[in-house]
């Protein structure tokens, strides 16, 4: 039985420019039908290349392709007829196809031969445009004319969306597809975001961007470790101190007798007189040279006289001798001195890299908070920016969600369905389920305005009996009076969603169980506003209450001293009226007892 194959339409595209020495595959998509109907299964491929639109003389080789899968009459090829096809560029190349069944060796040849043009080509039929662009490359685009690689546009459809890629197993029920793979080829710090999100206005709303820490500003500027070097050793011993040894002197000992006591006796003298009788007095002539008298002597004698002498009386002295004596010397113990000084000396010096390379480095520590690598030494600041790069690069890779949203929030459903919450508002919750009551729940949390992330969606994607709850991040709450920065968030107890404040200083156990997070915003008024707030974020407010506990209790104790003070003056005054009235009674008592009746 014969089988008619035809192509609806076909767009053919050449990969590049060929030369003698290179060769480029040709891309060839199209859609077949069989006997009217979109043609669905695998089929087989025979591709040549000819030299007119006849198919007279063939150039180069034929590609034949097998099992080449056929999806709603959509098919792809891609055949590289070698080098020899494109030796004279100037020369136009025409491609006839030939398909058949997979287990048939009869192709039918589709009509008519195809162009292969290396100028800018546009094709369009039934919705899908290729642009070929001699900068870009192939542009695809599908309902609109492509401003990119591919550029689809177009009302929804399935569910309401644009575009649906769904795993089709009926092929080969043994191969599975995963969906769509997002690749990027030499990222920068700016290109690469697998995915952006716009608004109708071209607005990015949000993005899914790659993490590659190598073309980031998370890496160090490169330094030229070699400019640091040669690097000179000047080191100097100095002269070694020369030991003299000191033998010292051995303990000594010397011992004295002493002295026996002793005594000696003096016996004394007896008294003695002595008498002496005197003399006479007595005249005497003195006569000069020749005998003749010239003068008188006269001695008027003396008279008796007696001397008596009284003796001494008897003595005895006393010595009482001296004690034993030792002397002991310690001695002198050796010792050993070192004469001279040592004075080694160590330096190096190096070559400072250019000053360029260094302000680099500091601008990149300032920039990444790592201002303490600033006071190194150069050769230190290097290293140390080498290390904080590594482990940066060991982290490196990973996708990062970019948002204007700031919390991680779920679907939690209602307690009352018929509740109606704002954005904002505080909820109790009880048993998993959200409701404006707060007093009893198992804990508060706070109705999310846009989370960057949202889990937990009901399986029938119906969310009118669930609302967003925020779980952790940065969430507007609905605040009665005025809230400063800092404060504590707690509800307002009305039950009508709304909070209030409470000072760190006035922070209490009774704040745990029910606190919903943290201001980080302070209130435009007095009355009613949204802030800012940290939900999810836990860890200091017990240590808040505990100092604010212990505040307290420093505050009770210095009243305690205080009245126990003044208990102590109140006393002490008593007993000084009691002293005082004591005295006064025993002066009234005397003075009434002195008084006559």
Not at 562 to 578: G, I, K, P, V, Y
Request: aromatic share 8%.
């Amino acid at each position: 039985m014969s089988r008619i194959f035809r192509t609806a339409f076909a767009a053919l595209t050449l990969a590049g420019v060929a030369s003698a020495q290179t060769a480029f595959p040709i891309h060839y998509q199209g859609r077949l039908t069989q006997a009217g109907a979109p043609r669905t299964g695998s089929m087989k491929f025979a591709l040549a290349l000819f030299d007119d639109p006849t198919a007279i003389t063939q150039v180069g080789k034929s590609v034949f392709l097998t099992d080449v899968p056929v999806v709603d009459g959509l098919f792809s090829l891609e055949a590289d007829f070698g080098p020899d096809p494109w030796s004279d560029p100037t020369r136009p190349r025409y491609l006839q196809v030939g398909v058949a069944l997979p287990n048939s060796t009869n192709y039918t040849m589709l009509t008519p031969l195809q162009k292969v043009l290396p100028a800018a080509l546009s094709q369009s039929t039934r919705g899908l445009r290729v642009l070929s662009d001699s900068t870009y490359g192939e542009l695809v685009g599908i309902g609109t004319s492509p401003k990119a690689r591919l550029h689809v546009k177009g009302p929804g459809v399935y569910r309401g969306h644009v575009a649906v890629f769904e795993n089709d197993l009926s092929v080969n029920p043994t191969f599975s597809a995963n969906g769509i793979a997002i690749k990027l080829h030499k990222r920068t710090n700016r290109d690469d975001n697998f995915i952006t999100f716009y608004d109708g206005s071209d607005t990015v709303t949000g993005r899914i961007e790659g993490f590659d820490v190598n073309n980031g500003d998370y890496v160090a500027p490169p330094v030229d470790i070699t400019t640091l070097s040669p690097m000179v050793f000047d080191v100097d011993f100095g002269t070694l101190p020369t030991p003299v040894l000191n033998p010292g002197k051995a303990p000594s000992a010397s011992f004295k007798g002493g002295t026996l006591p002793s005594a000696s006796f003096y016996h004394g003298a007896l008294p003695s007189a002595s008498f002496s009788p005197g003399s006479l007095p007595s005249l005497s002539f003195t006569k000069n040279k020749i005998g003749v008298i010239n003068g008188i002597d006269f001695n008027k004698g003396s008279l008796p006289s007696l001397s008596f002498n009284p003796g001494a009386l008897p003595s005895l002295s006393f010595n009482a001798g001296s004690l034993p004596t030792l002397d002991f010397d310690p001695g002198v113990l050796p010792s050993l001195m070192l004469s001279g000084t040592w004075n080694p000396r160590f330096e190096v010096k190096f070559r400072l890299p250019n000053v360029k390379q260094f302000e680099d480095l500091f601008a990149w520590a300032s920039l990444h908070d790592l201002d303490s690598l600033i006071q190194l030494d150069p050769v230190s600041l290097a290293t140390s920016a080498l290390k904080v790069s590594a482990k940066l690069k060991a982290k490196d890779g990973g996708v990062v969600y970019g948002s204007k949203g700031a919390d991680y929030a779920e679907w939690l459903p209602k307690l009352n369905p018929a509740d109606k919450f704002q954005i904002g508002q505080v909820v109790g919750v009880f048993g998993g389920k959200l409701s404006l009551k707060t007093k009893g729940a198992d804990q508060v949390m706070t109705i999310s305005r846009m989370p960057i992330v949202l889990g937990n969606l009901p399986a029938d994607g119906r969310t009118e009996d669930y609302e967003k709850a925020a779980f952790v991040g940065q969430v507007p709450v609905v605040v009665r009076g005025r809230v400063h920065s800092g404060d504590y968030i707690v509800p307002s107890g009305l039950e009508d969603g709304t909070a209030i404040a409470i000072a760190p200083e006035n922070l209490g156990v009774e704040h745990l169980e029910h606190l919903v997070g943290r201001a980080w915003s302070d209130s435009e008024n007095d009355i009613y506003s949204f802030i800012n707030v940290v939900v999810g974020q836990r860890g200091g407010e017990v240590a808040t209450v505990f100092r604010n506990q212990e505040r307290r209790l420093e505050r009770l104790a210095t009243t305690n001293r205080e009245l126990r003070c003044e208990l102590d003056n109140s006393r002490t005054a008593q007993r000084d009226l009691e002293a005082r009235l004591s005295a006064l009674e025993a002066t009234v008592a005397a003075f009434t007892s002195g008084t006559p009746r």
